[in-house]
C-alpha cells in the first residue's frame, strides 16, 4: 500500500511550487505578485505573507504562433496578462479556450497544469495556467 502516500506527498509538494503567494504591505495595503521585500509604492519593509485567490480578468492577450524549442506541443496557444482579483497583474498562458472565444475582461481562475520546465531560451512561464471558471 505504497502508492497512496506517493501521491499525497507528490501533491503536497505540487501545491506549495505552484500556489499563488504574493505579498501585502503592512503600511498601504499594496499587493504584489511575484511577492516583494519592498513595497514599490511606499518603500515600507514591512510586508506579510498573502495567498492570492486566483481569480482574474483578462486585460490583454497574444496568440504565440512561434514557441521557442520544447514548447511545439502547445503551438499556437494563448498567453495573457492577467489582473487579479486583488489586484497584482501576472503573465500567464490561457488553456481550456478556444482563442476566438477570448476577450477583454473575460474572467478566469487559476489551474494547475502540467508544463514544461524552464529551459535555457530563459522564458518566463509559471507553474499553472488560467482558464474561464467551469459554471
Ligand atoms: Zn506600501
Not at 509604492?41 to 483578462?58: A, D, H, N, P, T
Not at 506541443?73 to 478556444?98: H, N, R, W
Not at 477570448?102 to 522564458?123: L, Q, S
Request: charged residues 30%.
Amino acid at each position: 500500500m505504497g502508492k497512496p502516500m506517493q501521491v499525497s506527498r507528490f501533491w503536497r509538494h505540487f501545491k506549495e511550487k505552484y500556489r499563488l503567494v504574493g505579498s501585502k504591505c503592512k503600511k498601504c495595503g499594496k499587493i504584489h505578485f511575484p511577492p516583494r521585500q519592498v513595497c514599490d509604492e511606499c518603500g515600507s519593509r514591512e510586508m506579510e505573507e498573502i495567498q492570492l485567490s486566483g481569480r482574474g480578468k483578462v486585460i490583454s492577450w497574444t496568440i504565440v504562433r512561434n514557441p521557442p524549442s520544447g514548447f511545439e506541443y502547445y503551438k499556437p496557444y494563448p498567453l495573457a496578462l492577467i489582473e487579479l482579483e486583488e489586484g497584482p497583474i501576472i503573465l500567464a498562458q490561457l488553456t481550456d479556450v478556444d482563442p476566438e472565444e477570448i476577450t477583454f475582461g473575460m474572467e478566469v481562475e487559476m489551474v494547475t497544469r502540467k508544463i514544461r520546465e524552464f529551459n535555457e531560451d530563459g522564458i518566463i512561464l509559471y507553474g499553472y495556467k488560467f482558464r474561464p471558471p467551469i459554471k
